[in-house]
C-alpha cells in the first residue's frame, strides 16, 4: 500500500510539473518576452545580402546607432560594420543606384522641429556612405511616415533598401571617364548627332596639360580622333566625326594651343568600343578620342 501511494504522488508531481513547463515555458502564460526589432535587409539579387540589426535609430532621432550598423555580410562570411560592405559593393558596381528610404511616425514629428524625419534618417546613411566613397549620384534619399513602425526601448529600423540599374548615357560616361596621362587616351563624349563634347573636370585637365606639353615638344602631336554610333550612312557619319574632331581642334586652339600641334583623323563608325546593337553601347561610340603622339 506505501509504494502504491509513493508511485500514485510520484505521477501527480510529474503532472504538475509537466503542466508548469507547458504552462510557463511553452505556452509563455504569464512570462511577457522582450519584443525584438526586425533586422533590415540590404539585398540586391544574388550578389549582395547584408543584415542590419533592427536598433538603428532612437525614437525621435536622426542619427544613427553604431551598434545598429555592425552586422554579418552573409554572401563574404565576413563580420564587419554592414554600411562600410555596402559601400565597398557600391563603389566595385558603379552602375547599381541604391535608394534609401527612410521612415517616421506621425507622432515622432510632433517631438521634432524636422518636417521630414525619415527623410533626414536616410540622409544620415547617404551621408556614411558618401563619406566613405560612394558617389553621392549613386545614391537616391526620400522620406515617408508610417504608422506601422516598432519601437523597443525607444529605438525603430525605420530604412529599406532598394537597387535598380543606372542608365548609361553620354553625360554618366563622361562622368567616369578618368584622366591617367597625356598618353593614355581620353574619351571625350557627345549628345546624340552632337558635336559639342561634354566637359568634365578630367578631360579639361587633359586639355591644360596637353597644351602645356606641347609647347615645349614641338615635335609631337596631340591626336584627335573623331567616333560615331552606326546610325545613319557611312559618309554622314564620316563627316559627323570630322566635326566633332575639328569641334574639339577649335576648343583647344582656344584655350591657347597651336593647330600646328593637332592632327585630326575622322573615324566614322569604323572603330566602335562598344556593340551599337545596345543603346548603351551606341553612346559609348559617339566619342572623340585624345591621345598625345610621341616621335
Known amino acids: 500500500m506505501g509504494r502504491l501511494w509513493m508511485g500514485w504522488m510520484g505521477l501527480g508531481i510529474w503532472i504538475i510539473v509537466s503542466v508548469c513547463v507547458h504552462l510557463f515555458y ?13 533586422p533590415v535587409y540590404i539585398i540586391d539579387g544574388s550578389h549582395l545580402r547584408i543584415q542590419l540589426r533592427g536598433n538603428l535609430f532612437q525614437q525621435a532621432g536622426s542619427e544613427l546607432n553604431s551598434l545598429g550598423n555592425r552586422s554579418a555580410n552573409v554572401r563574404f562570411g565576413n563580420t564587419r560594420f554592414g554600411l562600410d560592405t555596402l559601400a565597398d559593393y557600391l563603389k566595385a558596381n558603379p552602375r547599381r543606384l541604391l535608394t534609401v528610404i527612410g521612415y517616421h511616425t506621425p507622432a515622432e514629428t510632433k517631438q521634432t522641429l524636422v ?9 544620415s546613411v547617404q551621408q556614411y556612405l558618401v563619406n566613405a566613397g ?12 508610417s504608422s506601422a513602425l516598432l519601437f523597443v526601448q525607444d529605438s525603430t529600423n525605420a530604412l529599406s533598401f532598394a537597387f535598380q540599374a543606372i542608365p548609361i548615357d553620354a553625360n554618366w560616361l563622361a562622368r567616369h571617364q578618368r584622366y591617367t596621362d597625356l598618353f593614355h587616351p581620353l574619351h571625350l563624349y557627345f549628345p546624340t548627332g552632337g558635336t559639342a ?23 609631337e602631336r596631340l591626336v ?4 560615331t554610333d552606326s546610325v545613319g550612312t557611312a559618309a554622314g557619319n564620316l563627316r559627323l566625326s570630322f566635326l566633332r574632331a575639328r569641334a574639339v581642334q577649335d576648343s583647344l586652339v582656344k ?4 593647330k600646328r600641334w593637332l592632327r585630326l583623323v ?3 563608325d569604323k572603330s566602335p568600343i562598344a556593340p551599337n546593337a545596345l543603346p548603351e553601347g551606341r553612346e559609348a561610340n559617339r566619342r572623340v578620342t585624345l591621345l598625345v603622339e610621341r616621335r
Open 26 to 38: 511553452i505556452k509563455r502564460i504569464r512570462l511577457s518576452e522582450e519584443p525584438v526589432l526586425p
Open 115 to 123: 518636417a521630414n524625419l525619415g527623410a533626414v534618417r536616410a540622409t
Open 134 to 145: 560612394v558617389p553621392e549620384e549613386q545614391i537616391k534619399v526620400w522620406g515617408e511616415a
Open 197 to 219: 563634347y561634354i566637359h568634365t573636370p578630367d578631360n579639361e585637365q587633359f586639355a591644360t596639360e596637353a597644351i602645356a606639353y606641347l609647347r615645349n615638344h614641338r615635335q
Open 224 to 227: 584627335i580622333t573623331g567616333h
Open 255 to 258: 584655350q591657347g594651343a597651336n
Open 266 to 268: 575622322a573615324r566614322g
